[in-house]
C-alpha cells in the first residue's frame, strides 16, 4: 500500500466514527478510541462526527476538539449498529465510517475502514459472554469483506486474520496503538505516597484489566499464593513477598474468581476494583512489578502503560506481548505452571536485574504513540475513498 504524507493528502470530507467503545463502560477499546480519534482531529485534514447509541464518554472533550457527536438512542449497541446507524450514514453528509469497535453494519452505504484488535471471540468463544459473541461473530466476516482498509493492532493479530479470513489479507495493515503521556515514571515522593495509601510502604505487584480467564488471572494468584507460603524470596520487604494488588472490574467468568481472591486477602491480596484513570497511573508508577501473563492480546496496552511508567514487567510469551516488550519485559511460557512463580520470584530476588528492565520500559513504550498511529490511519482514510 501506498504511503502517502498526510501533509499532502486531500481532504475527504466528513469521516462518521462508531463511539459505541465510549457507552457505558470505558475498556481498553475505549481508550484507544478516545485518543486515537483526538490525535486524528489534531490534524485538520478532514472532519469527524461521532456517533453512538447513548450517552458518549468524553463528548464534551470531543466537542472541545471539534468532533461533534450524535446519538440515536437504542437498548443494546449491536442493534443501533446494523439498524439506526446505516439510516444516519446515507443521509449524505458523510464520506466514510471509521468503525474501531470490530465490525460493521451488514447494510452500509458508504466505504468504511475497520479497526480489529483481536480475535478472541472465534479463538476464544467460551471467554466471552453470550451478548458479546452474538454483537462480534455473526458480523465479523461479512465486515471484514464490507471494509476496504482492516487495521490490525499488532503483527499476531494480522497473521490471524490472514490465516482465518485469506481473501482479507492484502487490505489488512498493522499500526500499533499509542500510549498516553500521563503514563510516565513516578517521582519518589509520589511512589511513596501512593503506596502508603493503599498500605504497601515496601512495594506491590500489580496487575490491571479486567478479571477473567482469559486474562490468565487464577495463574497470578497461584504464583503469587506460592511464593507467600514458601515464606517468599529477598525482595522488597526484608525477604517477604510483596502484596498482590488488581485493579479492575470483572469480566465473562469473573465472579469464579471472587471467592479465591476474597480468600487471599489475608495474606495481603488487595482488591481495588475499578479505579479512576488519574489514580490507576499513579498505581502503576507505584508497582514494583507489573504482572500480565494473559493467554491471547491483540496488543496489551496495559503492558505497554507499565513500561512506560518504568516498572519491570512479566508477560506471557503468547500473541502479541512479545512485541509489545521487547527486550523491556520478561517474558514467560504460561503453558508451564511454575513458570510465573519462577519468573516472579527471581525479579523480586534480583533488584538489579529488576531496575535494568525498567529503566528499558520507557524507550520500548516510546515505540507506540499516537501521532505515529494517527499519521498512518489518516493516510488510510484517505486511500479508503479514493479505491
Known sequence: MSAASPSNLPTTGTIAVDLRPLVRTVTGIGVYTRSLLLELAKRGNRRYLGLAHGPVEGAEEFAAAGIPTEIQPAPLGVIWQQLRLPKRLAAGDVDLLWSPHMTLPLRCPVPAVLTVHDLTTLLFPDHHRVKVRWSVYPFLHASLDRARRIVADSK???ADLRFHFP?????VEVIYPGVDAEFRPGLPDEIAATRAEIGAPDGYLLYAGTLEPRKNVGAILD????LVERGG???????????????GPYGWGGPRLLERIEALKPKGLIHLGPVPRARLVRLFQAASLFVYPSLYEGFGLPAAEALACGVPTIVSNRSSLPEVVGQAGLQVDVGEPA??????GRLLADPGRARELGLRGPEQAGRFTWGRAAD???????????S
Open 339 to 344: 513458570a510465573l512463580a519462577e519468573a516472579l
Open 167 to 171: 481473501d482479507c489479507a492484502d487490505r
Open 233 to 247: 524470596l529477598v525482595g522488597l520487604a526484608g525477604g517477604s513477598t510483596p502484596p498482590l494488588v488488581l485493579v
Open 376 to 386: 498512518r490511519l489518516d493516510a488510510i482514510f484517505a486511500e479508503a475513498v479514493n
Open 156 to 158: 499476531a493479530t494480522a
Open 223 to 226: 504464583a503469587w499464593d506460592f
